[in-house]
C-alpha cells in the first residue's frame, strides 16, 4: 500500500495550484461579488487540457486518471470553489455518461468538444418538485418519428448559463416511474431548448447556476443516451462519480481555508504574540488538519478505486459526507480564528464559508449520503 504521489500526480497538483494562484485568485473575490463566470479562465483551463483530464487521448482527453482529476478540482477549490465545481459539473456530470453510455458517434461528437474545452457540459437531472426523489420529476420525452419531443424544466443546473451539451433526463413512460426515465444528450442549439432563471445564491456566486427549460424541444433519435428506461440508472452512477468531484471541492475549500488560517495565526499579535502561539489556537488548528488529511484519504482512495475498476459508490458517499461535513467545519473555525476579521470581506475565509455550505447539500445531500452508506452496509 502506498500512500505517495506519484511524479505524475505531483505535477498536476502543481501546474493546477500554479494555475489557480495566478489566474483564477486575483479576481475571485471580485467575480464573487459579480456573480460572474470568467469564460477566459476556463479557455485556459482548456490549453492545459483540464476540460479533458480522465478521458482517453482518442476523444480528445488527457489520458491521465480519476485521481488527477480530483487534484485538479481540489486545487482549484482552494483559492476558488466556483472554477472547481464548473471543472467537476463539466467532467463528473456531463462527461462522465457520454463516456461510459455513449456511442463512438456521440463520444466523437460531444465528448471530444468537452474534453477538449470548446464544450462545456451540464447536468440535467434536479426539478422543483423533485430533488432527492429523482424518480418523481415531471419533464417528459415522446419520439415522434425520428425526433424526441421534450417538455419540462429543471433548475439548479450547474454550468447552466454557459454550457453547450446539456444531459437531460425525461420521463419516456410515467407509469413505470423510475424505470421510465431515459437519459438524452440535448445541444444548446436544438429547438425549444432555453435557459431560464439566473440563481442568486449564498456561495459559489461565481459558478453559473440556472434553470433550463424544453419546449417541444426537439432531440434527434441519435441523441438518445444508453437506452430507452436506463435514465434513472444512467443519473444514479453518473452521481457515485459526481460525489467524488464535490469531495474534492470541499476537500479543496477546508485546504484553502486552514492555509489562510495558519497565515493568519502566524501574523496577528495579541497580548504581545503571535496568536499561533495560544494552546485555544493550536487546538483548532490540529483538529482542522485532522479532519482535512482524513478528507483527502477518503476521497483519493474513492478516485483509485475508480481507476482500479473497483466499485467505489461507498467510499464516494462517504468522501463526500465527510469532506462536505469538513469543509463547513473547516471553513467555520477559520473564521473564528481570524474573529472580526474573518467576518468581513476584507479577507476571503468568509468567502469560503459561504462556499464549503453547498458541499453539503448538491449531489444528493448529506442526508442522502448517509442513506447511502446504510444500503450499502446492510446489503445482504
Known amino acids: 500500500m502506498n500512500f505517495l504521489l506519484s511524479e505524475e500526480h505531483k505535477m498536476m497538483q502543481k501546474m493546477v495550484r500554479d494555475f489557480a494562484l495566478n489566474e483564477c485568485e486575483p479576481t475571485a473575490a471580485q467575480r464573487d461579488e459579480e456573480e460572474t463566470f470568467d469564460m477566459e479562465i476556463w479557455h485556459k483551463m482548456a490549453d492545459l487540457g483540464l476540460c479533458g483530464i480522465p478521458w482517453p487521448e482518442e476523444y480528445g482527453g488527457a489520458g491521465a486518471d480519476y485521481l488527477s482529476y480530483v487534484i485538479a478540482v481540489e486545487e482549484l477549490s482552494r483559492v476558488d470553489a466556483s472554477v472547481g465545481v464548473t471543472l467537476s459539473a463539466h467532467t463528473s456530470l456531463a462527461g462522465w455518461p457520454v463516456y461510459k453510455f455513449g456511442t463512438e458517434q456521440q463520444k466523437q461528437k460531444y465528448l471530444r468538444a468537452m474534453a477538449e474545452g470548446r464544450s462545456m457540459g451540464a447536468y440535467c437531472l434536479t426539478e422543483s418538485g423533485s430533488g432527492s426523489d429523482a424518480g418523481g420529476m415531471k419533464t417528459k420525452a415522446v419520439l415522434e418519428g425520428d ?65 433550463v427549460i424544453m419546449e417541444n424541444c426537439r432531440v434527434p433519435k441519435d441523441n438518445l443516451l444508453g437506452k430507452v428506461g436506463e435514465g434513472f440508472m444512467i443519473a444514479m452512477m453518473t452521481l457515485d462519480g459526481g460525489r467524488n468531484g464535490i469531495a474534492s471541492q470541499a476537500l479543496g475549500i477546508a485546504q484553502g481555508s486552514f492555509d489562510k488560517a495558519v497565515a493568519y495565526a502566524k501574523e496577528r499579535v495579541q497580548f504581545g504574540k503571535p496568536i499561533s502561539s495560544l494552546q485555544a489556537i493550536q487546538f483548532k488548528l490540529a483538529d482542522m488538519a485532522t479532519k482535512i488529511e482524513a478528507s483527502r484519504l477518503l476521497t483519493y482512495q474513492a478516485a483509485w478505486r475508480e481507476d482500479q475498476g473497483i466499485s467505489y459508490g461507498l467510499q464516494s458517499a462517504m468522501s463526500k459526507l465527510f469532506a462536505g461535513d469538513t469543509a463547513m467545519e473547516v ?50
Open 147 to 211: 425526433e424526441w419531443v421534450l417538455n419540462g424544466s429543471k433548475i439548479f443546473i450547474t454550468n447552466g448559463g454557459y454550457a453547450d451539451t446539456y444531459i437531460v433526463f425525461a420521463q419516456t413512460n410515467s407509469d413505470l416511474k423510475h424505470k421510465g426515465i431515459t437519459a438524452f444528450i440535448v445541444d444548446r442549439s436544438f429547438p425549444g431548448f432555453s435557459v431560464g432563471k439566473k440563481e442568486k445564491k449564498l456561495g459559489i456566486r461565481s459558478s453559473s447556476t440556472t434553470e
Open 331 to 380: 471553513a467555520i473555525e477559520a473564521v473564528q480564528v481570524f474573529g472580526g476579521y474573518g467576518y468581513t470581506k476584507d479577507y476571503p475565509v468568509e468567502r469560503y464559508m459561504r462556499d464549503a455550505k453547498i458541499t453539503q447539500i448538491y449531489e444528493g445531500t448529506n442526508e442522502i449520503q448517509r442513506l447511502v452508506i446504510g444500503g450499502y452496509l446492510l446489503k445482504d
